[in-house]
């Protein structure tokens, strides 16, 4: 259950030009209670729109005539709703240019179909405000840390050379717990829970091999220890954050 409190079942749009593909998509994401349009392409992709309102689009990159990086970066500067992006081209730097013109979030093919209900779900929560259907979005929000941004709106993490650093579901889930509560002591049991959500099979790795992963990727690109260990109590993230 995603939302309680709302009636009408969640909206998904399927963009890819592959029939069979979209089918199987569709038949999996109604199975788990979503309402599921399909699209080949931009123009079958923007009539609907016209016609139907959604809440996420999932959307094929490498497509004929109009490829879904042009279609995302539409959708982004059109529109608030979220897109995930889908593609046969999974290697970090394909990762970046998806998340550099807004997509929410990026998939390599081919999908689990779990997964992609996981990642579908968790962007709605993070895109919810009230838990009614129709409302506005959560407000923008950049966090800035010792000379870092992350938007914590679309899911970007740029670094002090404005350069973005591609974080797992996972990672930017437990970064922004610590984000939330900067320079406080987080007990390893608090931050698994903040981060596993509704979706445990997403994140049911060691909290501390995610805490690793992350500190390790901060600490690639930045001169200070952000995350810090407090033995036998949990971690800490030691830079002043400033939120506007």
Known sequence: MIDPEREAPFRILVVDDDDALRTLVREFLESHGFEVHE???????????????????????????????????ELVLSSEVGVIMVSALGQETDRIVGLEVGADDYLAKPVSP?????????????????????????????????GWTCDMHRRILRDPAEVVTPLSVGEFALLRAFLERPQRVLTRDYLLDIT?????????????????????????????????????EGYIFAAKVDVR
């Not at 779990?114 to 959560?138: C, K």
């Not at 790795?205 to 407090?230: F, G, H, P, Y």
């Open 196 to 232: 596993r959500g509704d979706d445990s099979d997403a994140f049911d790795r060691a909290i501390d091999s995610q805490v690793s992963r992350l500190r390790r990727k901060l600490a690639q690109r930045s001169q200070i220890e952000l995350i810090q260990t407090i033995r036998n």
């Open 39 to 73: 699209a080949n392409g931009g123009t079958e992709m923007r009539a609907l729109l016209r016609r139907q309102p959604v809440d996420v689009v999932v959307l094929d990159v490498m497509m004929p005539g109009e490829d879904g990086l042009a279609l995302a970066r």
């Open 114 to 146: 779990r997964e992609l209900v996981a990642r579908i779900r968790a962007l709605l929560r993070r895109r919810r405000t009230g838990g009614g259907g129709g409302g506005e979005h959560e407000k923008r929000r950049f966090y800035h840390f010792a």
